[in-house]
């Protein structure tokens, strides 16, 4: 299985574009994934500057982790909206890694990437089975 890599320099690295691209899954579906992976490496940086573990992280320590990014700089071109919208995407994400830690019965801190893209590709399937205006079971 593919450990998740540590550094946040990067959106997704080559391996992780590869597994997610190597699925069936519609684009949404990729889109989604790859967005809770690149979440899953940012919990995982706030959980260990708090000392805690990402299960007990609050919304507004994501927040603040957020705000307090010094690579989402306005003279980047990051803006308090993005800032926003991206403290956003974290917290929504929790929800589907929570979900895929536990089926998998590990710590979220534990989880794969192939373990989380195997639960969205799973999640896409059942959803294209029950009809396109499903979503993902949680």
């Known amino acids: 299985m593919s450990q998740l ?3 946040s320099d990067q959106f997704l690295t080559p391996e992780e574009c590869a ?3 190597a699925t069936l899954m519609p684009a949404r579906d990729r889109f ?3 967005v809770s992976i690149y979440s899953l490496r940012s919990l995982k940086q706030i959980a260990q500057a708090a ?3 990402i299960d007990t ?3 507004q320590q994501i927040i603040d982790w957020v705000e ?3 690579t989402l700089r306005p003279e980047d071109g990051f803006d308090p909206n993005f800032k926003r919208f991206f ?8 929800r589907p890694l929570k979900q895929i830690a536990q089926e998998a019965d590990v710590a979220i801190e534990a989880l794969t990437l192939s373990q989380v893209v195997s ?3 799973k999640e896409a399937k059942a959803r294209i089975d029950q009809g396109e205006d499903s979503t993902f079971q949680g």
């Not at 403290?87 to 929790?94: E, F, H, N, Y």
């Open 5 to 7: 890599p540590q550094s």
């Open 19 to 21: 597994e997610v691209d």
């Open 32 to 34: 989604t994934a790859r």
């Open 51 to 53: 000392g805690i573990t």
């Open 57 to 59: 992280l609050t919304e």
């Open 68 to 70: 307090q990014d010094p």
């Open 87 to 94: 403290a956003r995407l974290v917290i929504s994400s929790l």
């Open 119 to 121: 639960w969205f590709e």
